[in-house]
Every structure is written in structure tokens, then in C-alpha cells.
């Protein structure tokens, strides 16, 4: 079975610095997806950003950027500028192609210090 | 509405009683996605429906479980004899195409349930 693990369930960082989340995950299939999910206390899970496996770029939006290592199995979550927003629960999940369902791993709690 | 929406947003109930909880997806969204998150945890698969069927029901955790979509729209999960372990958040998303994972899944804000 597929599983994803976060190792640090929290991380604190101070505005405007960067901070990078880590997220390890197993599997033997090739084509894969890779996401990163916000969750603030309103519950609501948001994507941040996704990851093809079969794209070698790693894929940024905004403020966020993500290290996928695919040989070492590892996708990263790097929050450059932080902001007192960004503070929420965030989830590394993935899903197999050809598949519907979202794995996600335990989550880790952000705190941004003003 | 714009987004996914759910109700009731938190829920009550005693061991032994019966649930539904309500998802209302974005419309026009073909597919549809139930998890449950207990405290501490990341949301875990549930059941999935490509339109009116249940195309994926193999998270769900007993057959006290169940869950439907007559029209393809509107979905509603319920749970029968609930026990204390059935508290959790349980989260609906939809995406606009079904079984396809380059689709991004959109989740609406959960129903809080806890069964005393």
C-alpha cells in the first residue's frame, strides 16, 4: 500500500522567512501525483500545489515551490515569505494515475511568529 | 454556490443513533469524494462516486456505512448505530472529472461529528 509520512508534526517560522516542509512518500507505480494541502482551522483542505511524477521541473506557484526528489522518493514544500496567513496544517497527500483517491500523510502544524 | 458545502457543520449525537451528513458539490462536477479525518490525522478514502454510482466504496469501514447520490448532484453519507469511534471530521470534495487524477479535488469545510 501506498503511504505517505511527515515526519515533523510541527514547524514554526517567523514572517517573512522561508521554511521548507518535508513529506517522504512509497510506492512502486511510476505514474503518480503528488499534492500539498493547506488546512486552516476553518477545516477546509486548499491545494497549494501539485506535482506530476513524470515532470523532472518542480512546480512552484506564487510563494510556493516544491523539491521532488522521485529517485529518493521525497517532495518538499518550501513557503518562501511567509505570512501570518500561511499558518495552517499542511498535508502531503498522493494518488496514482489511473485512481480517485487521495493518500495523505498526518499533517504538520505551521505556526508564523509576527 | 461557489464551493463545496456541507451540512450540518457539526453534529451531536448519542451511541446507537442514526446520521446523515450532507455534501453539495460544485456544480457541474462529475465527481464526488467522502473522507473521514480523525483528530491528529490526515483524511483517509471513504467511498468515491462518478455520477450516481459509487464507483469506489472500498474505505468505507463497515456496513454501517453507507452512502448516496440519486441525482448525481447532492450526496449524503450515512451511519447507522453510531459508536464513539465514528467522531471525526468528515470531509466531501468534488472534482470536475471523474477518475482522473490530474483533476484537483475541492473540499468543502467539513461536518464536526461526535457521537457521545
Known amino acids: 500500500a501506498q503511504t505517505v509520512t511527515q515526519s515533523q508534526p510541527e514547524m514554526s517560522v517567523q514572517e517573512a522567512e522561508t521554511v521548507t516542509l518535508s513529506c517522504t512518500y512509497d510506492?512502486?507505480?511510476?505514474?503518480?501525483?503528488l499534492f500539498w494541502y493547506k488546512q486552516p482551522p476553518s477545516r477546509q483542505m486548499i491545494l497549494v500545489i501539485r506535482q506530476e511524477a513524470y515532470k523532472q521541473q518542480n512546480a512552484t506557484e506564487n510563494r510556493f515551490s516544491v523539491n521532488f526528489q522521485k529517485a529518493a522518493k521525497s517532495f518538499s514544500l518550501k513557503i518562501s515569505d511567509s505570512q501570518l496567513g500561511d499558518a495552517a496544517m499542511y498535508f502531503c497527500a498522493y494518488t496514482e494515475g489511473g485512481s480517485e483517491k487521495l493518500v495523505f500523510g498526518k499533517g504538520m502544524k505551521l505556526t508564523v511568529n509576527p | 454556490g461557489a464551493g463545496v458545502s456541507q451540512t450540518p457543520s457539526n453534529k451531536v449525537t448519542e451511541k446507537g443513533k442514526y446520521v446523515e451528513l450532507r455534501c453539495d458539490p460544485i456544480?457541474?462536477?462529475?465527481?464526488l469524494y467522502w473522507y473521514r479525518q480523525s483528530l491528529g490525522q490526515g483524511p483517509e478514502f471513504l467511498i468515491y462516486f462518478q455520477g450516481t454510482g459509487a464507483a469506489d466504496d472500498s474505505g468505507l469501514p463497515n456496513d454501517r456505512f453507507f452512502a448516496v447520490r440519486p441525482e448525481g448532484s447532492v450526496s449524503t453519507l450515512k451511519i447507522q448505530r453510531t459508536e464513539r469511534g465514528d467522531s471525526a471530521v468528515y470531509l466531501c470534495?468534488?472534482?470536475?472529472?471523474?477518475?482522473?487524477?490530474?483533476?484537483?479535488?475541492?473540499f468543502g469545510p467539513g461536518t464536526r461529528l461526535l457521537v457521545l
Open positions: 456544480s457541474g462536477h462529475t465527481a
Open positions: 510506492t512502486s507505480e511510476s505514474d503518480y501525483y
Open positions: 470534495a468534488s472534482s470536475l472529472i471523474s477518475g482522473a487524477a490530474r483533476e484537483t479535488q475541492y
